[in-house]
């Protein structure tokens, strides 16, 4: 069993390279925030306690999960003020690893190998190196000659810097287990440089104190990456998408342009689905077995049955059970829940609705804020009227119902089991089971009117 070991998040930075009113490590990567992938790779990796350190009032506190603690830096500039920080509520006891919330795609295997090297080498720091990025930016590496690593250079200001330590490819990725007495000890002599206290000096501290400091080096370039601004931003994304998108083509799901497929973290897709061009999925979604989406299809925090069906849809807050289909162009809005084999066709908008088992709304309509039975079927360009003006009613519509094209609901109303509507009927009383419900005003001809319009002939 490895020791146990507490993680601190770093995520207190300004970011102004963001060029953002966005805390940085709130920006997505692949729909979830950056500062929720690091803490997530804290968790799978086998954490017994995860510590966020941010500012007060900068927002990032509020949306962690309550697995994650949190200390606030008050005062101080730099990496090695944000530990000091956390000092308390890390217990300063043990193993402590550092992570940085700007290099969200650090794996929990390569966090649980850090930490085994640091326990391995009875070390009193490990730095998780790489030398698969451009080192631009980064802290290099300086080892002594036994391998040791004796320091850590910053190349974000490069006067000062030699031209043999920006020869240095090994960087610092900002990723480090640390013998947390020793860390917090050290870290109250380090120095300021260019107004900030900075982590990286304590290595110094140790190497004066006879403590040794080693390497763990990583090939795992997309674990290793920073995002400083922007550009980083897409370059991260892009390899976290390929990541995702392989990981769900491993798992059974066929992608058909992989370029134009979007699919956030955390979304469960089953076996044997097909995504098809210009798919997107978004936010708390889950997609059955079977289902055939796309083309042109956007689903956020909704969940599929399987067998699904969907077109050129657009798909928000809804649950659609197994083998329904929807679209070409439907629209689903929160609320609406499509039962089994049921139909949502051609531009038909659905809210706030349960629609039963085998319905079908095949064109045109809206049903909003109603209830429909099994097996009905519902006419072309049918609406529920569900909004007085100050308060929205319920149509309730039954089982075996047949309503006819252009067929308004005022509601509140109910349409009883096996009832029908006549066309363009504006139905404000209810329609008993099994009747015929007509609400419009009978066509009149009015004989000879083209004539006596125009009487000169033709
Ligand atoms: C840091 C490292 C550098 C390493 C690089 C990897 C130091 C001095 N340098 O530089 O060696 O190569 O990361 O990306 O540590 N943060 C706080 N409070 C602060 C300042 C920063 O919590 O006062 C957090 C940031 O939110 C960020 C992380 O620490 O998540 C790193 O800060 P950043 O300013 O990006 O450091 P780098 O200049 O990239
Ligand atoms: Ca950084």
Known sequence: MPEPFTVLVMAAGHGTRMRSGLPKVLHPVCGKPMVEWVIDAAHDAGAAQVVCITRPGDGVAQGLPDTVSVAEQIEGEGTGAAILAAREASGAVGTVVVLSGDHPLVSSELIADLVATHGREGAVATVLTTDQLDPAGYGRIVRGPDGAVERIVETKHTEGVSAEELAIREINIGTYAFHAPDLFAALGEVQGEHGERYLTGVLPVFAAKGLRVVAHSTDDASSAMGVNDRADLMDLDARAQRQLLEAHARNGVTILSPDSTRVDADIHIGRDTTLWPGVTLRGRSSLGSSCEIGPQTTITDTALGDGVAARHSFLDGAVVSDNATLGPFAYLRPG???????????????????????????????????????????????????????????????????????????????????????????????????????????????????????????
């Open 336 to 458: 609406a829940r499509i039962g089994p084999g049921a139909k949502i066709g051609t531009f038909v908008e659905v809210k706030n609705s349960e629609i039963g088992a085998g319905t079908k709304i095949p064109h045109l309509s809206y049903i909003g804020d109603a209830d429909v039975g099994e097996n009905s079927n519902i006419g072309a360009g049918n609406i529920t009227a569900n909004y007085d003006g100050q308060r929205k009613h319920r149509t309730t519509i039954g089982s075996r119902v047949k309503t006819s094209v252009d067929t308004a609901f005022v509601a509140p109303v109910h349409v009883g089991d096996g009832a029908y509507t006549g066309a363009g009927s504006v139905i404000t009383d209810d329609v008993p089971d099994g009747a015929l419900g007509m609400a419009r005003t009978r066509q009149t001809n009015i004989e000879g009117y083209a004539k006596r319009k125009d009487p000169k002939p033709g």
